[in-house]
């Protein structure tokens, strides 16, 4: 219940900021193991689809091991009982790490539980998401419990987001962009920030995962490609930080 809460408060706070609309969202109710597989904009949008996600089902994300080393935000994330990851840019190679990766995820699925797995691992370096060669969630699908979901999720909006690569190329320091953020609701006196739309829609791939799965690793990640970019390249949209000054843009 607490979960619960928490998310219910965090969707107060983002909905300064941003307008969140949900496609699909009656998938959500059928109480059934289900891996969640989101594509990755922005290092926002784990934070919107966790508490989007929170309202209807409990879920574990699965969550880098750099953010346990930021203070509160650590505290959060044992709140919600994410689990703790090696940072697979960083690892990526490493067969063993992912193939443990994958297993606790095919663990948890079996015992029941609802897992949010980034098949990207990384923000996208551009308006579209490209998986590559990436093989944890490939690992997973093809090891897939019986009876177990699999929902693609396709987020669109926050490409040029301050949270995003857009502007420079890198992922933002997560610690000062979010003090950014604040700064930023507040000299907009809270209620006149400019909102940035976001879309997030919910369907139900798990037929055509666990086939392209049993084909290889590149057929499956192509697959989720042309899911994540079926609406084509989003076009960069960066939005004014304070309403106040005309041209000001993040």
């Keep these: 219940m607490y979960k619960k809460v928490l998310a219910a408060i965090y969707r107060v706070m983002l909905s300064a900021r941003y307008r969140v609309r949900l496609e699909g969202v009656e998938l959500l109710r059928e109480q059934r193991a289900t891996l969640f597989l989101p594509n990755h904009q922005a290092s926002v949008d784990p934070q919107i689809v966790c508490a989007e996600l929170l309202r209807y089902v409990d879920v574990s994300p699965l969550v880098t091991e750099g953010y346990f080393r930021i203070p509160v935000v650590a505290q959060v994330l044992h709140l919600m009982h994410a689990v703790r990851v090696p940072d697979l840019e960083k690892s990526r190679r ?23 797995l980034y098949p990207a691992g990384q923000l996208t370096n551009s308006g579209l998401e490209r998986v590559g060669n990436k093989q944890g969630a490939w690992q997973v699908c093809h090891q897939l419990p019986e009876g177990v979901r699999v929902v ?28 950014k953020g604040i700064f930023y609701v507040l000299a907009n006196l809270i209620f006149f920030v400019p909102r940035r739309d ?29 899911f994540y970019n079926a609406a084509g390249e989003e076009k960069l949209l960066f939005l004014k930080h304070f309403f106040y000054v005309p041209g000001r843009r993040d």
Excluded: C
Excluded at 94 to 116: F, M, P, Y
Excluded at 152 to 177: C, D, E, I, Q, Y
């Design 94 to 116: 490493d067969v063993a790490v992912v193939a443990g990766l994958s297993q606790v995820v095919v663990e948890a699925l079996a015992a029941g539980h609802n897992v949010l």
């Design 152 to 179: 693609g999720m396709r987020v669109r909006g926050l490409w040029g987001s301050m949270w995003s690569r857009a502007k420079t190329g890198r992922s933002p320091n997560f610690a000062w962009t979010y003090l």
């Design 198 to 226: 976001v879309t997030i829609t919910f369907e139900d791939i798990t037929a055509d995962a666990v086939r392209y799965a049993g084909e290889g690793r590149q057929p499956f990640n192509r697959f989720l490609e042309s």
